[in-house]
Structures are given as C-alpha cells and as structure tokens.
C-alpha cells in the first residue's frame, strides 16, 4: 500500500471529497427499442430515471461531486439532471464527440481525477457500500479494485469437454456460478496512465493492459443488492421493487 492512502481516502470520504464518474455515453443497444427515444440511463426505473436513483446513491455515500460522461442523446441527460444541486450534488459532463468505449471517456478528466476516485457504469441499481468497497481498495494497495457479484447460469445445452476429438467430461444443462464485474471500480489516477486518448477504450483492454503489464487487480465482493438495468431481466426485475429515498432491501429480490 502506498503510505497515507488509506488515511487520506478516509479524510476525503468524510469530507465528500471522492469523486465519482457516471459512464452515461452508450447508445443501450440491449433495451432497443425503448432507448431509440431515452438514453438508458434515464430509462425509468419506477417513477425516477435510473441515473437519478444512482446519483441518490452516491450521496447517500459521501459523494458530492459527480463526472458524467455523455454521448448519445446527452443533451437529454443535462436536461434532467441540471448542476446536481437538487440533489446537494455538483455534477459536471464530458462530451464524447465520438464513441470512446466504455473507458475511453475517462481520458477527458485527466485534470479532475487526482485522487481515488469511483466509475461506476450509467445503468446500475446497487446497495454497496462505498466506504468499505474504498476501505478494501486501500487495504489492497493496487491502482484499481472491481465490485463483484456472484451470478447464477442455466445451461441449456449439454456442456462436452473432449481432448483430440474423444469425449472426456458430459454435463447435461449444468448450473454454473460465477463471479462478475458489478460495473462499479475503484481507481487510482495511475490508471489513466493505461487509457490512451482519442481511441475507442473499453474496460476489457484496460484489464488486459494491466494484466498483461503485471499490475495487480483485486476485487471486492458484494453480497446485496446489484441489478444492470442494461439487460431486460434486471430491468424489468426493477419495476418490482418499491424504491423511495432509499435503496430497497436486498433480500426482497432474489438475483439470479
């Protein structure tokens, strides 16, 4: 761990210092056709835009100041969202004149990120906690911590393993587990180091990137609430709960 991070990551999380950066700027092709009209993330989840119970969040966690980086039908997102003070926020955006990925974006706040700071994707609904996601980050010492969650999968084939043609393993609609990125990172600047500029980025040449260069990685793993409106399932998984000022229980909803 690099001395006085973890002390100064706390200072700033007391102080509504930490920033984080709404990846807002992709087209939603997964909720077609409803995103031909909003973009996701003011796609309504109950009567509130996602993007407005996800800035909610971030405050409730200590955050007062909000990136939102923007593209498609970003000029709607300003619209709804103004300055943040409605929200005791300050939000600020970023334009991207054309597609960067959904990382390349961060290359246009090269200025702004000079300390720990969250990314967290447009389009999820989470309970995590941040102080003690941060805390995990800290302790690990590496420039950038992933939020996990543990997903189920239905097979609906018989899964084969074979070695030169021969079968050596059959499982017929197995149930796999896995372990998922919840679009929700903890990052130090150093990792704008790896981001080149102007190009399409996604998160996935980050990981290979670092990984590649042998830089640690470390996750944290979330038990609560972790929905991607993104996908129709979670979205419509959604519209079931009661939302209010605060973020329903998580075990109201059993995500599979």
């Known amino acids: 761990m690099k001395a006085g991070r973890s002390e100064k990551s706390e200072v700033a999380l007391r102080e509504g210092e930490m920033k984080a950066v709404i990846q807002s700027g992709g087209k939603g092709t997964r909720l077609k056709p409803y995103t031909m009209v909003l973009p996701k993330p003011l796609m309504p989840v109950g009567s509130k835009p996602v993007l407005e119970l ?61 300390s720990t700071f969250l990314v967290v994707n447009g389009d999820v609904l989470t309970d995590l906690n941040i102080n003690a996601f941060a805390a995990c980050h800290h302790q690990h010492g590496g420039p950038l911590t992933i939020a996990t969650a543990k997903r189920i999968i239905h097979t609906d084939f018989g899964v084969i393993e074979d070695v030169a043609g021969r079968v050596r393993r059959f499982q017929e609609k197995p149930i796999l587990t896995h372990l998922v990125s919840m679009g929700v990172y903890c990052m130090e600047p150093e990792v704008l180091n790896y981001i080149p500029v102007g190009v ?41 709960l009661a939302w209010d000022e605060q973020s329903p229980a998580f075990e109201t909803l059993a995500v599979a």
């Open 200 to 240: 399409p980025f996604g998160f996935d040449d980050l990981m290979f990137c670092m990984l590649g260069r042998g830089l640690p990685v470390c996750t944290f793993q979330h038990n609560g609430l972790w929905l991607d409106i993104g996908r129709v399932e979670d979205f419509h998984k959604a519209q079931e």
């Open 54 to 114: 996800l800035l909610k969040w971030l405050r409730r966690n200590g955050t007062r100041d909000a990136y939102v980086t923007t593209g498609y039908l970003g000029h709607l997102i300003r619209t709804v969202c103004g300055d943040g003070r409605q929200w005791d926020l300050r939000i600020k955006y970023t334009e991207e004149p054309q597609p960067l990925g959904t990382i390349g974006g961060l290359t246009l706040l090269r200025d702004d990120l000079s």
